[in-house]
T-cell receptor, first 116, second 113 residues
Framework: KNQVEQSPQSLIILEGKNCTLQCNYTVSPFSNLRWYKQDTGRGPVSLTIMTFSENTKSNGRYTATLDADTKQSSLHITASQLSDSASYICVVSSIWTNFGNEKLTFGTGTRLTIIP | DGGITQSPKYLFRKEGQNVTLSCEQNLNHDAMYWYRQDPGQGLRLIYYSQIVNDFQKGDIAEGYSVSREKKESFPLTVTSAQKNPTAFYLC????????????FGQGTRLTVV
């Protein structure tokens, strides 16, 4: 069964500090891995998308890594800001038909709170 | 400006009533999706559509129905057969092919009263 597990479930850090969120997956066949940011009561917004051959990808203060061998990914946030308070969702994509139809498996997210 | 729009943002339903959630996109995307989000759970796929006039059941389709008469629109009806409809519903669209980014709407929170 395809699964995406994220840790920690929740995290509280001081403004200006760095943090790292983890994602382990057992999705097959693997197509790509995405990180989304979801503010409370809003839709998720894409941060990064990485394919099998990519080890790291940055988007401003967000840096995602991917180890396809161990099936692990991390999202590192540098110099956190109050606006970073949100849920961060790891999503793994697999291609499941010959037409390239894509199936997304979502993690339950990490709830990040930045305090002043 | 381009994007994906869901309406309404909040919706209240009496038990036994059907309600329809709207999802419209002007991104010219072929694929559209409906997800349900419950506290402590990942998003679960209800229905998806790869092209106009075609749609497929997702993992939790029971009690829901959809239509895809136009490329831009993918409304979701929550029927009285859905036993636990209170949730946050998210619509998404993508080009429908490998590595195509999925864009999400702002969501509709449905509450049964």
């Amino acid at each position: 069964k395809n699964q995406v597990e994220q840790s920690p479930q929740s995290l509280i850090i001081l403004e200006g500090k760095n943090c790292t969120l983890q994602c382990n997956y057992t999705v097959s066949p693997f197509s790509n891995l995405r990180w989304y940011k979801q503010d409370t009561g809003r839709g998720p917004v894409s941060l990064t998308i990485m394919t099998f051959s990519e080890n790291t990808k940055s988007n401003g203060r967000y840096t995602a890594t991917l180890d396809a061998d161990t099936k692990q990914s991390s999202l590192h946030i540098t110099a956190s800001q109050l606006s970073d308070s949100a849920s961060y969702i790891c999503v793994v994509s697999s291609i499941w038909t010959n037409f390239g139809n894509e199936k997304l498996t979502f993690g339950t997210g990490t709830r990040l709170t930045i305090i002043p | 400006d381009g994007g994906i729009t869901q309406s309404p943002k909040y919706l209240f339903r009496k038990e036994g009533q059907n309600v329809t959630l709207s999802c419209e996109q002007n991104l010219n995307h072929d694929a559209m999706y409906w997800y349900r989000q419950d506290p402590g759970q990942g998003l679960r796929l209800i229905y998806y559509s790869q092209i106009v006039n075609d749609f497929q059941k997702g993992d939790i389709a029971e009690g829901y129905s959809v239509s895809r008469e136009k490329k831009e629109s993918f409304p979701l009806t929550v029927t009285s057969a859905q036993k636990n409809p209170t949730a946050f519903y998210l619509c998404a669209s993508s080009i429908g092919r490998e590595n195509g980014e999925a864009f999400f709407g702002q969501g509709t929170r449905l509450t049964v009263v």
